[in-house]
């Protein structure tokens, strides 16, 4: 059973690491001449290879539409290529420019050279060996796929007692 305390951890860290990230996205000049949505678009692209416009849609759940105004400014910038499908022509392959290669690998130094300093300087040795050991808790979070059958909603009772919520049909 959840009890709030686990929620409050649970939104002091979802608080915390948003901020975090935040941050970082401002940390890169590099970054700073593309959108979330553009970097996101090339790093799927740096770790697949090639794509098709629409997987990259997919993936970045966006519409068809959205991720061609992302991929002609990318293309604008010369940060991909468009390579015609040898399988079918109607079809465009989207794969990373050298440059665009370049420009992500630069964002992300930047970025990690920013944290770098600032566990250095912010944290004291036994803060930067904590973060070393939360590391693989993080990882569990980040890989976590809970299957839900059905969430049930919990109300607090008259008494201040837990119980479960009925639905029309005065089901639990």
């Not at 686990?6 to 593309?34: C, F, M, N, Y």
């Not at 910038?77 to 989207?94: A, C, H, Q």
């Not at 630069?106 to 803060?127: G, H, S, V």
Request: include cysteine; proline fraction near 3%; aromatic fraction near 2%.
């Amino acid at each position: 059973m959840i009890v709030k305390k686990d929620i409050q951890l649970a939104s002091d860290l979802r608080t915390v690491l948003g901020r975090l990230i935040k941050k970082l996205r401002k940390e890169s000049p590099t970054g700073l001449q593309l959108s979330l949505t553009e970097r996101s678009t090339m790093s799927l692209l740096n770790q697949h290879k090639a794509l098709l416009p629409s997987e990259l849609a997919a993936m970045e759940m966006i519409t068809n539409q959205s991720m061609s105004q992302v991929l002609n400014h990318l293309l604008e910038l010369g940060y991909i290529i468009r390579t015609p499908s040898e399988t079918d022509k109607r079809k465009v392959n989207i794969s990373l420019s050298a440059k665009g290669e370049t420009t992500l690998l630069q964002f992300r130094q930047e970025r990690n050279e920013w944290l770098a300093n600032a566990i250095a300087d912010a944290c004291t040795p036994e803060e930067q060996m904590l973060l070393k050991q939360v590391i693989a808790p993080l990882t569990k979070l980040v890989e976590f796929r809970e299957v839900r059958k059905s969430v049930i909603p919990i109300v607090i009772g008259t008494e201040g007692q837990e119980e479960a919520a009925t639905d029309v049909f005065g089901k639990k």
